[in-house]
């Protein structure tokens, strides 16, 4: 049974930072591009950052750039998400997600599994 469980969420203000993680298990999470998603009230599911399977390629979306950085330890099956100057609008529910094999995408529809979310909430 394949599990993500993401841990990290939280209040903070405007100009914090927070630190999200994803736990993996039974999965072969070296062998998956993992990424993390977020979504807001009223909006569509955004992907923020995704992660190669060997860790040496990431993308990120254009609001995040040069705020928030993605990571993994393949030796402990675990996703990280480093985000910092934190603004208002990054409020939303974060989701750790695992892609099919052998693919690399921000698509949404290329990931296989998914965390059940956590929040982040960043006040003004």
């Known amino acids: 049974q394949v599990q993500l469980v993401e841990s990290g969420g939280g209040l903070v203000q405007a100009g914090g930072s927070l630190r999200l993680s994803c736990a993996a298990a039974g999965l072969t999470f070296s062998s998956r591009t993992m990424g993390w998603f977020r979504q807001a009230p009223g909006k569509e599911h955004e992907s923020v950052a995704v992660?190669?399977?060997?860790?040496?390629?990431?993308s990120y979306a254009d609001s995040v750039q040069g705020r928030f950085i993605i990571s993994r330890d393949n030796a402990k099956s675990t996703l990280y998400l480093q985000m910092n100057s934190l603004k208002p609008e990054d409020t939303a529910v974060y989701y750790c997600?695992?892609?099919?094999?052998?693919?690399?995408?921000?698509?949404?529809?290329?990931?296989?599994?998914w965390g059940q979310g956590i929040q982040v909430t960043v006040s003004s």
């Open positions: 997600a695992a892609g099919y094999s052998d693919t690399y995408s921000r698509e949404p529809e290329k990931y296989e599994y």
């Open positions: 992660i190669h399977r060997g860790g040496g390629i990431t």
